[in-house]
C-alpha cells in the first residue's frame, strides 16, 4: 500500500512538471506579440502641402528640401533607435525644420497681414493621451518645444498670444528678436496677396490667401509622427499658418484632434492644408476614430479622411501617420507634399511631388 502511495505522489509529481512545462498558446503569442512591438519603430514627417509641381522648383531647391527632410527624419530615427521616446523623436526633428527658413514654421513663417508672424504648434502623448498647445505666439523658436512644455508644466492643454509667452519666460525660453523669422520670399508673397486683394473687389474666401505667383496659399507647415521601441505613440505640428490672415486667425495645427492626434490604441497623425477644413472634418482624430470604432487600417482611415470628407467639403492638403504596429501613411489630395518616412530597417523614403 506504502509503495502504491509513493508511486502515485511521484507519477503526479511528473505530471505536474509536465503541464508546467506545457507551452501556453495565449502567453507565447503575448510574448511574441510584445516582441514585435519592441522591434517596430518608425518616423514620419511633412513639410508641408500644395501645389508643389515639379516645373516649378529649381533642381537646387529641389534637393535643399529633400536634404533637410533627410536631415530632420535622421535626427528623430537615432532617438528611436537607441531607444529614446517618440516624443523626444518627433520634437527634435521638428526642431529641424523649425529652424530651416524653407519651412512655414519658426523661422520662414508667413506673414499675416499686418506683416507679422504668428506662429502655432500643438503635440500629443499617445501613451496617456496628454496634450499641449500654443498659438499666435510671436517670440518664441521652436513653438513645438512650448507646446510641449504646456503639455508637461502646466495644468492647460492650449495657452495663446502674450499668455503664452508670459508662461515661455517662466519656463526659461528665450526671445527671439521678430527680425529672425523675416524671410524675404515669404514677405514677397504677402505683398502680392495684398496687390491681388487691392486689385480685385470680389477675393473669394481662398483668394484672399493665395500669392498670385506660386498659385497657393500655404506651403511649408511641418509635422512629425513616431512609434518608439517602448510601443508609444507621439504627433507633432509646428506652423506659421497662412499668409495674409487676419485679426488672430488660428488654424488647425495648435488644435488636438485637428492637426495633431496621438493614441496608443490606434495611431500618431499630423495633419498640413487649408486649416478652416481641417478644423470642421476633426481630421487627425476622425482618422483614429475611423480605426478605434470601425476597425478600418490606418491607410484606409487615411483615404477616407483625405481623399473623400475634406475634398466635399471644399478643403485640401494631406497628412502624415504612424499605427501601433509602426504602418506609416502619408496621404495627401494635393499637387504634393514634403515628406519622408523611415522605417525600423531603416529603409528611408523621401518625395515631394504625386507620383
Ligand atoms: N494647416 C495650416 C493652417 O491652416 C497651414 C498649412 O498646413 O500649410 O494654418
Redesign the pocket.
Known amino acids: 500500500m506504502k509503495k502504491i502511495v509513493i508511486l502515485t505522489l511521484i507519477s503526479f509529481f511528473f505530471y505536474a512538471c509536465n503541464i508546467k512545462k506545457e507551452p501556453n498558446p495565449t502567453e507565447f503569442s503575448h510574448k511574441k506579440a510584445k516582441k514585435e512591438q519592441i522591434e517596430n519603430f518608425g518616423i514620419v514627417i511633412h513639410g508641408?502641402?500644395?501645389t508643389i509641381l515639379k516645373e516649378n522648383m529649381s533642381d537646387s531647391l529641389e534637393a535643399a528640401y529633400k536634404q533637410i527632410l533627410e536631415i530632420a527624419i535622421k535626427k528623430g530615427y537615432e532617438i528611436l533607435e537607441n531607444g529614446g521616446t517618440s516624443l523626444e523623436a518627433i520634437a527634435k526633428t521638428i526642431n529641424v525644420m523649425e529652424n530651416s527658413p524653407l519651412f512655414?514654421a519658426g523661422k520662414g513663417a508667413v506673414f499675416t497681414h499686418e506683416g507679422t508672424n504668428e506662429l502655432?504648434a500643438s503635440v500629443m502623448d499617445g501613451s496617456n493621451l496628454d496634450a499641449g498647445a500654443v498659438s499666435g505666439v510671436k517670440k518664441i523658436k521652436n513653438p513645438i518645444d512650448l507646446a510641449i512644455k504646456v503639455m508637461t508644466n502646466s495644468p492647460h492643454v492650449m495657452l495663446s498670444g502674450k499668455g503664452a509667452e508670459q508662461f515661455a519666460l517662466e519656463q526659461g525660453f528665450e526671445f527671439m528678436d521678430p527680425s529672425y523669422f523675416y524671410t524675404e520670399s515669404r514677405f514677397q508673397s504677402l505683398q502680392k496677396i495684398k496687390d491681388a486683394e487691392k486689385n480685385t473687389s470680389t477675393l473669394d474666401a481662398k483668394s484672399a490667401f493665395v500669392d498670385p505667383y506660386i498659385k497657393d496659399y500655404?506651403?511649408?507647415?511641418v509635422g512629425a509622427a513616431a512609434l518608439d521601441k517602448h510601443g508609444n505613440l507621439a504627433a507633432g505640428t509646428s506652423?506659421g499658418?497662412?499668409t495674409n490672415k487676419k485679426w488672430n486667425r488660428i488654424?488647425?495645427?495648435p488644435i488636438i484632434g485637428a492637426?495633431t492626434y496621438a493614441n496608443n490604441a490606434t495611431c500618431a497623425v499630423s495633419?498640413?492644408?487649408?486649416?478652416?477644413f481641417?478644423i470642421r472634418a476633426v481630421v487627425a482624430h476622425d482618422i483614429s476614430a475611423l480605426m478605434e470604432y470601425k476597425g478600418l487600417s490606418l491607410k484606409d482611415a487615411a483615404k477616407e479622411v483625405i481623399q473623400k470628407k475634406v475634398p466635399a467639403l471644399g478643403g485640401d492638403?494631406g497628412i502624415i501617420a504612424i499605427d501601433k504596429d509602426g504602418n506609416m501613411v502619408m496621404e495627401f489630395n494635393t499637387e504634393g507634399m514634403y515628406r519622408a518616412s523611415m522605417n525600423a530597417k531603416g529603409e528611408l523614403v523621401i518625395a515631394i511631388y504625386k507620383d
Open positions: 508641408g502641402a500644395g512655414n502655432d500655404k506651403f511649408g507647415t506652423t499658418g497662412m488654424g488647425d495645427a492637426g495633419s498640413t492644408g487649408w486649416g478652416e481641417f492638403g
